[in-house]
């Protein structure tokens, strides 16, 4: 079982930035693709940004412009980022690591809240 550690989330002012890591001990040539995932109070859980193991990227177009996600590996250890800039209210939400290795796994989720 493949566990995700997702780290970064926290309160933030609108215009903020904020960086998400999520870090797993597996092989980079074993995923196809990796994303982050996001759910806002009252909502479904929504796609922001994924990458894929040539680092081609899709984000939602609500982020756009806004939102950078990377990807790293080093020996046994993938570890996808998402730099978050320009903050808004609305992005307010639990965000969501994902990595499919054939199958899907997923971390825990971080809260990012932006306040004043």
């Known amino acids: 079982q493949v566990q995700l550690v997702e780290s970064g989330g926290g309160l933030v002012q609108p215009g903020g930035s904020l960086r998400l890591s999520c870090a797993a001990a597996?092989?980079?040539?074993?995923?196809?693709?990796m994303g982050w995932y996001r759910q806002a109070p009252g909502k479904e859980r929504e796609l922001v940004a994924t990458i894929t193991r040539g680092r081609s990227t899709n984000y939602a177009d609500s982020v756009k412009g806004r939102f950078t996600i990377s990807r790293d590996n080093a020996r046994s250890t993938v570890t996808v980022y998402l730099q978050m800039n320009s903050l808004k209210p609305e992005d307010t939400a639990v965000y969501y690591c994902r990595m499919k290795a054939g199958v899907e796994y997923w971390g825990k989720g971080t809260l990012v809240t932006v306040s004043s």
């Open positions: 597996i092989s980079i040539f074993s995923i196809s693709d």
